[in-house]
């Protein structure tokens, strides 16, 4: 996972966001068997408190469209 200091100045706000990804990430791959996959997670933009719910939901769509994508 990667959160660069241009896009969260402190590192308790790049650990924060660090953090939700990774548990939507282990809470999400028991329903979507995206066992065989190795995930790259890079930032394009700020995220605050107020958007935290948006990125969680875009992670598990892109969840489900990768589970439907051919091996």
């Known amino acids: ?14 650990n924060w966001i660090k953090r939700i990804l990774r548990e939507n990430f282990r809470l999400s791959r028991d329903h979507v068997n995206l066992k065989n996959m190795d ?17 969680i939901i875009e992670m598990r769509l892109l969840m489900i469209q990768l589970q439907q994508c051919p091996a």
């Open 1 to 14: 996972m990667i959160v660069s200091k241009k896009m969260m100045r402190h590192a308790v706000k790049r």
């Open 39 to 55: 995930w790259v997670v890079r930032l394009k933009r700020s995220v605050n408190k107020d958007d935290a719910a948006k990125v």
